[in-house]
């Protein structure tokens, strides 16, 4: 069956420091592929997402890139801020969303 | 546009009793999904519903169930409520098909004593 996989948290991080956040799935066809980030004591909102291999899902300085080679699409940012502590979530879509376990980034000044 | 909104926002049941829980879906979505978050894990799907019909469903039991309505707006019932269906349970929209992004509500947080 399809399954996410990805790195444990907490990661913890300074401001202006370089983020990277693993994913890995394993999935029959091709699924389309999301990360979703929430905020404490919200629900989830869509980061970016990538419908096809090589494709980039960009926004608000993160990136993400569907590597079907690898079966990957980690999660990056040049430099974070403290605003992006929060939990982040990688999800693939094959008719329904399955989800990674979570991944805890916090962003020290 | 509207977004996903849930209601009640907190809930405290009791265990054995019954739940409703209720979503209106973002203006436009035909495609409406629940799902169970319990504290410190991912969401995990519970069941899909298109134009009013079940048309996917997660590895929970039957005493999960839900409606859709004409205006897309949702429930999720749960049955005989147990201490582990406590969780945060988020609804999500969508227009249909893979690629499209789901927008999720806020969540209900349940709690069963």
């Known amino acids: 069956g399809n399954s996410v996989t990805q790195m444990e948290g907490p990661v913890t991080l300074s401001e202006e420091a370089f983020l990277t956040i693993n994913c890995t799935y394993t999935?029959?066809?091709?699924?389309?592929l999301f990360w979703y980030v929430q905020y404490p004591g919200e629900g989830l909102q869509l980061l970016l997402k990538?419908?096809?291999?090589?494709d980039k899902g960009s926004n608000k300085g993160f990136e993400a890139t569907y590597r079907k080679e690898t079966t990957s699409f980690h999660l990056e940012k040049g430099s974070v801020q403290v605003s992006d502590s929060a939990v982040y979530f990688c999800?693939?879509?094959?008719?329904?969303?399955?989800f990674g376990a979570g991944t805890q980034v916090v962003v020290t000044p | 546009e509207t977004g996903v909104t849930q209601s009640p926002t907190h809930l405290i049941k009791t265990r054995g009793q019954q739940v409703t829980l209720r979503c209106s879906s973002q203006?436009?979505?035909?495609?409406v999904s629940w799902y169970q978050q319990a504290l410190g894990q991912g969401p995990q799907f519970i069941f899909q519903y298109y134009r009013e019909e079940e048309n996917g469903r997660g590895n929970f039991p039957p005493r999960f169930s839900g409606l859709q309505f004409p205006n897309y707006s949702s429930e999720l019932n749960v049955n005989a409520l147990e201490l582990d269906d406590s969780a945060l349970y988020l609804c999500?929209?969508?227009?249909?098909?893979?690629?499209?992004?789901?927008?999720f509500g806020s969540g209900t947080r349940l709690t069963v004593v």
């Open positions: 203006s436009g979505h035909n495609t």
């Open positions: 990538a419908t096809k291999a090589d």
């Open positions: 999935a029959t066809g091709y699924p389309s």
């Open positions: 999500a929209s969508s227009l249909t098909g893979r690629n499209y992004g789901y927008t």
């Open positions: 999800a693939l879509s094959w008719g329904k969303l399955q």
